[in-house]
């Protein structure tokens, strides 16, 4: 792998590894861009095969942040860190805080949260370091009820393109994944008349929303065939790939997981059999609309008003679709990019100070 041609491919301004021999961290921060503000992106431990699996994952998912803080409108830029190995076997208080001194090095260039095997209490370790860290108990915490309640908005702006309302009323929505941000989106369209059909890797999480909602479950493999109106993903990325996307039986794709489509035209795929894809960064912004509120100082009701606005996002992406004729996929991309773009444009007069 030419490590600087690929980071040149996708205009990377910095990547950054993280080596610390007594705690055992092996740690990759990834910053894409920083033309809006300071990159933002949360921390995942993963048992990587290879240390150029882990580059190709944290330089996507930073990539990925850069798009979604643009099109959510926050003045962020896009970053991300992975820890390699095992989290059931490496973390430790010392780990964190040596990894809290490395983001400190940075000079606030790259803010940190929660991100898949990591925790508030993980961040509060971090946080004996450095500053540059949110998602923090007694500050805006938990973000899944906000992330959900946007993916909820979001659902209702696609059900409105597609049906002429925001009722959701007897439509038919199935959820993959009923982790804290599925098994809430679940409650919230539950209380909106909606029916549910659910699935989860986790028996007990299936039987939970049975019980407590009147869904209906299924075996993971099942719910990419069911016939439903919105298809919802909660779980892992790629999920829209050759293998389903035949399978789908929707009008909507909309849902919370990071990176749905497997490969971009896959959102091609989905524009010519008629199915509407709420572009996944657009959606699911809800949580860093609630770490933004975090910096500037924690509000939870307009945290939850803002994630309400992610409707009039997700409606400005249709928009953009119709006026130049591509895939919702394309449309949030190009959204990010002329928000990006202005900003440069408008930062090339010098100030002096």
């Known amino acids: 792998m030419k490590i600087f041609d690929y980071l040149e491919e996708h205009d990377f301004e910095q990547l950054v590894f993280c080596q610390d021999r007594a705690t055992g961290l092996k740690a990759i921060i990834a910053i894409h861009d920083t033309t809006l503000g300071p990159a933002l992106g949360g921390l995942r431990i993963l048992d990587y095969k290879s240390e150029e699996e882990a580059i190709i994952d944290v330089t996507r998912l930073a990539r990925g942040m850069t798009y979604k803080n643009a099109a959510v409108g926050v003045n962020l830029g896009g970053g991300k860190s992975v820890i390699i190995g095992d989290p059931k076997e490496i973390k430790s208080e010392e780990l ?14 790259y803010i940190t949260a929660e991100d898949m095997n990591t925790t508030t209490q993980d961040m509060a370790y971090v946080n004996s370091e450095t ?14 009820p906000v992330t959900a309640f946007g993916i909820f908005r979001g659902i ?36 909106a008349g909606a029916q549910l059909i659910v699935t989860d890797t986790k028996k007990a999480s299936i039987k939970q929303v049975v019980e407590e909602m009147g869904a209906i479950g299924v075996a993971p493999d099942e719910i990419y065939g069911v016939d439903c109106d919105v298809f919802a993903p909660c779980a892992i990325g790629a999920i829209i790939n050759d293998f389903t996307v ?17 490969e971009a035209r896959h959102g091609q795929i989905l524009h010519e059999k008629g199915i509407l894809y709420v572009p996944d960064y657009v959606i699911n912004s809800g949580g860093v609309i609630n770490v933004d509120e975090e910096i500037k100082g924690y509000n939870r009701e307009r945290a939850m008003s803002r994630a309400a606005a992610i409707y009039d996002s997700v409606k400005r992406v249709f928009e953009i679709a119709k006026r130049d004729g591509i895939p919702t996929s394309e449309a949030a991309d190009r959204m990010a990019e002329e928000r990006i773009e202005a900003r440069k444009r408008a930062s090339r007069m010098f100030v002096g100070k």
């Open 131 to 144: 500053d540059h860290v949110v998602g923090l108990e007694g500050k805006s915490g938990d973000p899944s």
């Open 96 to 109: 964190f805080r040596a990894f809290g001194r490395f983001i400190e090095s940075l000079g606030g260039r």
């Open 156 to 191: 209702q702006a696609a059900v409105n393109e597609v049906y002429g309302s925001d009722d959701l009323t007897g439509k038919r929505v199935a959820v993959q994944g009923l982790g804290a941000v599925g098994y809430k989106l679940c409650k919230d369209l539950h209380e």
């Open 246 to 262: 035949d399978q789908l039986k929707c009008k909507i794709v909309a849902g919370s997981a990071n990176n749905q489509l497997a």
